[in-house]
């Protein structure tokens, strides 16, 4: 075999690669798959996020892989999510008809066996009659791995040495080398099932017949909607703000607790560029804001489980070289996770390299000490309180953070370019101490709180006197620099300075001038603040909701609706964010990116409050 997927489309000449945010997204807990909005799967990893890729067209749109499931003729198309859930819905437009496919995944507990891991996709006709096409065109470990195909009647079996997969259909299945394909016609009212399920062991192929798909279905909309029904969030935008809670959800692994920074790797920043990475893996930081967002929505069962994978999982004695905490691990709590480049994949548009692993994950980015304190406060807070054992591990890390916090280090940004004194690291250094203080006097738990406060004071009066241009009348991103950085940005919100604070507003903006573009914000001019990265990037859209909410708590209520009602056109056509935004608008990056949404949750909350 050569690992080519012949994409046969609809004849109207459709693009090799669809565009980032041309994607729907559907889920399991465990995993997740990218449905195009041609109703291609182009990206879908088995049996979890960390695998490898079983369809990856998106990054190679001929060895990929794929699974194409649509109208055979020329069609519009549209797509949306079967309300309050993430079940996903591709509807074809035809001149003699109009079908759709019903695009969701069981989540763990609804089906009958653990571990089986189905893709369900449901065809319908609703009006007419319609011919569709079917390609199942697997290529297992990245298109790396050769496999063998068995067909019997309606199923399918594709075997590799790292997993085995089984299609099961109510049509005709055809074999075509070692790929299946199908062509059949509906009329109004008749429905085709196409499952797709992880087998092995004692999980052995299983019919996924009409009645079947229709109790999975339901029990699938049950489950989100059950679950969405805790949010306590009734603001002006509740629908985007559900949508973004239900994708956090989606990135969450339920077997540790570990939520993902997002579900895909080396979606390109800047296309033809370098700044390709993997974000399949859990930042200590992404999650811990996450769990923030959460929290404020009234989602408590996420923070629990993401607290368990950090008492389980990370330990203050461990003594790394790069201190107690490293700044992401694996979705299994794994600390290895060493970075290769799949020579053989081109990369999204030929964006090469396509890289696996991460080697970030050993740098030391301080701060990562902030963020997981500060979650582990407001868990504290609004959840339950924490357990002495867990208190005992907050100590000793508070104290690290007191023997540690004026290293240089590589920044919230993963900088490649050597190591400063960022201010945001050193603002999170002095996050980490303050919430100890806090949760220590609040509870009257036992530390050495002259010491810690001392530590406390010291940060603040570093970060106000070094960290200050006087030239600039702001803030700037290192000691000794001139440059401006959008993470300042979390000052305010991290309770560091007043939000209406002449230095502050002073440096809200500086950087307005300098680093905002039609309410859309750059994290930072990399060149005059190198990387050790080539090319350029887009705009962070986390940084742009985090504008958003800076100008809510300075007061500026019509600017940050406005800049927040922009940020919304920037969405995809299902309110999905990638990480960056294009100068066309495009988006650019991992996507979907937990950052974005949980950036967007907080923004949604605090300016709908201020609103009134």
Same mark, same amino acid.
């Given at each position: ?66 699974? /194409? ?118 009329? /109004?009212?008749?429905?085709? #099932?196409?499952?797709?399920?992880? #087998? ?14 229709? +109790? ?62 993997? %974000? ?39 003594? @790394? ?55 582990? %406060?407001? %868990? ?17 890390? #508070? ?19 050597? +190591?400063?004194?960022?201010? %945001? ?69 991290? @309770? ?17 001038? /300098? ?98």
């Amino acid at each position: 075999m050569d690992g080519t997927t012949n994409r046969p489309g609809d004849g109207s000449g459709s693009r090799r690669y669809m565009p980032i945010a041309d994607h729907g997204l559907i889920g399991d807990l465990r995993s997740v798959a990218l449905v195009a909005t041609d109703g291609t799967i182009d990206w879908y990893c088995a049996p979890c996020f960390d695998a490898p890729s079983v369809f990856a067209a998106l990054l190679d749109a001929d060895r990929g892989g794929c699974f /194409e499931l649509g109208a055979a003729v020329p069609a519009r198309t549209k797509q949306f999510y079967f309300p309050d859930t993430n079940v996903l819905i591709t509807r074809y437009f035809t001149e003699d008809g109009v079908g759709e496919v019903q695009d969701f995944m069981p989540v763990s507990g609804e089906s009958a066996e653990e571990g089986r891991h189905r893709l369900i996709r449901r065809v319908l006709c609703v009006r007419g009659s319609l011919p569709f096409r079917a390609l199942v065109a697997p290529r297992f470990g990245y298109a790396a791995l050769p496999h063998t195909l068995r067909v019997t009647g309606d199923v399918a079996v594709f075997e590799s040495d790292a997993l085995d997969l089984a299609l099961t259909a109510t049509v005709p299945l055809e074999q075509d080398g070692v790929d299946v394909r199908s062509e059949f016609k509906l009329a /109004e009212g008749e429905t085709a #099932v196409f499952a797709l399920d992880q #087998v092995g062991g004692e999980l052995a192929p299983r019919e996924c017949a009409h009645e079947e798909a229709d +109790r999975e279905f339901a029990a699938t909309v049950r489950y989100w909607r059950d679950w969405l029904s805790a949010s306590r969030y009734r603001g002006r935008w509740r629908e985007m703000v559900h949508r973004s809670a239900l994708t956090l959800k989606l990135l969450t692994y339920a077997p540790t607790g570990a939520i993902v920074a997002a579900p895909t790797t080396s979606l390109p920043e800047e296309f033809g560029g370098e700044r390709n990475w993997d %974000y399949r893996y859990m930042w200590v930081r992404d999650a811990a804001f996450c769990v923030y967002a959460m929290l404020r929505l009234g989602f408590t069962e996420e923070a629990e489980a993401f607290m368990a994978f950090v008492s389980r999982h990370i330990s203050p004695g461990d003594g @790394k070289p790069s201190g107690p905490l490293q700044i992401m691990y694996g979705i299994d709590g794994r600390t290895d996770l060493p970075e290769r480049t799949l020579d053989h994949l081109e990369g999204h548009h030929g964006s090469y390299p396509v890289r696996v692993g991460n080697a970030a994950a050993d740098q030391l980015q301080l701060d990562v000490y902030g963020a997981l304190i500060d979650s582990i %406060y407001l %868990y504290d807070k609004w959840a339950e309180p924490i357990s002495s054992e867990q208190w005992e591990h907050v100590t000793a890390l #508070v104290e690290w953070v007191c023997a540690n916090w004026d290293q240089p280090d590589e920044g919230i940004w993963e900088t490649r370019g050597g +190591r400063k004194n960022f201010l %945001y690291s050193r603002l999170m250094c002095w996050v980490a101490v303050e919430r100890g203080v806090r949760m220590a006097r609040r509870r009257g738990l036992p530390a050495d709180l002259p010491h810690w406060m001392s530590c406390r004071d010291t940060i603040y009066r570093r970060i106000m006197t070094e960290c200050w241009s006087d030239e600039l009348r702001a803030f700037v991103q290192h000691e000794g620099g001139e440059v401006l950085d959008a993470a300042l940005l979390m000052m305010p919100m991290s @309770k560091f300075i007043a939000p209406k604070d002449p230095r502050w507003l002073s440096t809200l903006d500086c950087l307005t001038r /300098e680093l905002v573009s039609d309410s859309l914000v750059y994290r930072y001019d990399p060149h005059v603040s190198p990387d050790g990265l080539h090319g350029e990037e887009g705009t962070f859209s986390i940084c742009s909701f985090w504008y958003v909410e800076a100008l809510t708590r300075a007061g500026r209520l019509d600017e940050a609706r406005l800049a927040f009602e922009k940020m919304l056109t920037y969405g995809n056509h299902l309110g999905l964010y990638a990480e960056e935004i294009g100068h066309t608008g495009h988006q650019q990056g991992n996507f979907p990116q937990a950052f974005t949404h949980l950036a967007l949750i907080s923004a949604a909350y605090n300016l709908d409050r201020a609103l009134g």
